[in-house]
């Protein structure tokens, strides 16, 4: 059954076509129209938050997400939204407490949806920002359990390995990901550069044959 025209459904439906056709201020208007006629939709405040979080509005995107989230509390994507505003401030304000509400927020999503894998990696890329380096690895080994493997995900395995001290797990976590896509190789070159673990490449195809080579 089509939405009735200038319902909060059909506001809804017309801005993702916006979103869709790569429109996001259109959308945006659509979002703001449809909460101002109507009763608040979660729906439309999710969205709406999605997009003041791409155009840099954290403020009204934290705002759009709580609201929606109280409307809907186990809403899992709705859950994931509310952890990536939280990262995203987090980064912007170097803020611990909102880095902390991140990981509340995606511990809380990939609880109502286990199977979520990208709630799992956000999860995961939270807890490294607070130095929970056994929650982060955790996670990560949940997304690389879930799905085919990835090598940003084994990058991304590889530095929180590497942060830990664990420089023969994380050497391998490399060699995987550089084994499933050699484009990382510019990213764990300047990992393994970014601190002392014991082990100098300067030599950089040195390093790739090492990659290449390591045990899975």
């Known amino acids: ?15 993702i076509q916006h979103v869709n056709a790569g429109q996001p201020e259109r959308a945006k208007l659509l979002c ?10 979660p729906a439309v405040l999710q969205l709406l938050a999605v997009l003041c979080l791409k155009e ?3 403020a009204r995107a934290r705002l759009s997400i709580a609201h929606s989230l109280a409307l809907r509390p186990d809403h899992a994507p709705s859950r994931l939204v509310a952890g990536d ?5 987090g980064l912007a304000l170097a803020a611990n407490d909102d880095a902390f509400e991140a990981a ?7 609880a109502f949806a286990p199977m979520k894998v990208d709630a799992w990696f956000a999860l995961a890329l939270a807890r490294h920002d ?4 056994a929650g982060a690895e955790a996670a990560l080994r949940r997304v690389l359990a879930l799905g085919p493997p990835r090598a940003k995900v084994e990058v991304n395995l590889g530095i929180v390995l590497q942060d830990a001290g664990r ?10 990901a550089y084994r499933l896509n050699d484009a990382t190789f510019g990213r764990i070159a300047h990992a393994l550069a970014t601190a002392n673990v014991g082990r100098l ?3 950089l195809d040195a390093l790739r044959d090492n990659l290449r080579d390591l045990p899975p």
Not at 130 to 133: E, G, Y
Request: hydrophobic content about 45%; aromatic content about 4%; some cysteine.
């Open 85 to 89: 505003v939280a990262h995203a401030l």
């Open 1 to 15: 059954m089509n939405p009735k025209p200038g319902s909060a459904e059909h506001c809804l439906a017309l801005a």
């Open 104 to 110: 509340q927020e995606l511990s809380q999503a990939v």
């Open 56 to 58: 840099g509005d954290l």
């Open 201 to 203: 490449w300067v030599d």
């Open 32 to 41: 703001e129209h449809a909460l101002a006629a109507h009763p608040p939709d």
């Open 167 to 176: 420089i023969d797990e994380a050497m391998r976590a490399y060699g995987r």
């Open 130 to 133: 607070l130095r929970d380096l």
